[in-house]
C-alpha cells in the first residue's frame, strides 16, 4: 500500500471562519468568549492577551490557543500593532481543547512555514468561490496536524468532553449579546433545547453561578460604565439595562456592589476629579 492509500488519523476539526485581524491599542479591550476555539497566529507586532485575570505578552511568530468557553481580550502595543490571523474551528481534542483552557507558545520558524496555508485560508473565505468548504477543510487539517507536531499534542477526540460545556457557553454568548433584552430561563433553554432545571446546574457548575444571576451581573457590570460615563439618570439606565423599575435595579446595584448607584456615579466622579488634577498639576512642572 503507497503512503497516500494509508488511512492517517485526521483532525477531528471543523473552520468556522478565517479572518486577518489587527488589535487596537486601547485597554481595556472588549471581552470574548467563543463556543469553539479560537487559533490566534501573530504574523507581527507587539501585544497582549487577558485572560483568567493575567496578561500575557504576544510578538510576532507566536501562537495562542483558545478553548471553547474561555473568556479573554487582546490589545495591541501602540508603538506595533498586532497582526494576525484568527482561526474559529470546532473540535475536542488536546489542541483545540487544552485542560488549561489556553496554550501560548513562540513558534516563529513554524509560523513562517503555515504563513502561505493560513492566507489561502483567509482568501477562500473572503472570496468564498465554488469549493472553498473542501479547500479551507484540507488546508485547516495541514494546519492542525503541523502545529501538533511542534506542540507534541495529540489531534485524538479527548474521551468524556462534556457536552454542557458548549451549551453553557452558548448561553453565556447569548447573555452577553443581548443581556439588555428582556431573557428568561425558559428562554436560555429551549435556546439549546435542554431542560431549564438542567441547564441551570450546568451553567452553575461550569461558571459558578446560574444564568439568570450572571445575566443580572452582566447588567450591574454595563450599569457601572454608563454612571461613571454617562448623565443618564437611573431610570433611563434602568429602561436601557432590562430593569424592570429604577428600584429593582438599585436594590440589585446595592447587593452587588454593597452601595447605591447615585455612591458609586459620585464616587467615580471624584476619583475622575482627583485624575484630571494629577495631570493638570503634572503637566504644569
Known amino acids: 500500500m503507497s503512503l497516500l492509500a494509508q488511512n492517517v488519523n485526521r483532525p477531528e476539526a471543523r473552520l468556522l471562519y478565517a479572518r486577518q485581524k489587527s ?36 510578538a ?11 473568556e479573554h481580550a487582546q490589545a495591541s ?31 516563529p520558524d513554524l509560523l513562517r512555514e503555515l504563513r ?33 507536531r511542534g506542540l507534541r499534542l495529540e489531534l485524538a477526540p479527548l474521551s468524556g468532553t462534556r457536552k454542557s460545556s458548549r451549551e453553557c457557553a ?13 431573557i428568561t430561563l425558559d428562554q436560555l433553554a429551549a435556546l439549546v433545547h435542554v431542560n431549564k432545571y438542567y441547564l441551570v446546574h450546568s451553567f452553575s457548575r461550569e461558571y459558578g453561578v446560574s444564568p439568570i444571576s450572571y445575566l443580572i451581573s452582566r447588567r450591574v457590570q454595563e450599569s457601572r460604565r454608563l454612571l461613571e460615563g454617562t448623565s443618564h439618570s437611573l431610570a433611563q439606565i434602568s429602561h436601557m439595562l432590562g430593569f424592570s423599575s429604577p428600584s429593582y435595579f438599585s436594590q440589585t446595584f446595592r447587593r452587588q456592589m454593597g452601595i ?25 512642572q
Open 23 to 58: 488589535f487596537s491599542p486601547d485597554w481595556p479591550a472588549p471581552s470574548y468568549v467563543h463556543t469553539g476555539s479560537e487559533l490566534v497566529f501573530v504574523l507581527e507586532g507587539r501585544g497582549y492577551f487577558q485572560i483568567q485575570g493575567i496578561s500575557h505578552p504576544l
Open 60 to 70: 510576532g511568530g507566536g501562537l495562542l490557543i483558545i478553548g471553547p468557553g474561555v
Open 77 to 107: 502595543e501602540g508603538s506595533a500593532p498586532m497582526s494576525c490571523v484568527v482561526l474559529g474551528v470546532e473540535g475536542s481534542s488536546a489542541l483545540l481543547a487544552p485542560a488549561a483552557g489556553w496554550i501560548s507558545a513562540p513558534l
Open 116 to 148: 502561505p496555508l493560513l492566507w489561502a485560508m483567509v482568501e477562500e473565505s473572503g472570496q468564498q468561490r465554488e469549493g472553498f468548504q473542501l479547500v479551507c477543510q484540507n488546508l485547516l487539517e495541514v494546519v492542525l496536524i503541523r502545529l501538533s
Open 170 to 182: 452558548v448561553v453565556r454568548l447569548y447573555i452577553d449579546a443581548h443581556f439588555k433584552e428582556s
Open 260 to 284: 447605591s448607584p447615585l455612591e458609586y456615579r459620585k464616587r467615580a466622579r471624584a476619583r475622575e476629579d482627583q485624575r484630571q488634577d494629577a495631570v493638570c498639576t503634572a503637566s504644569a
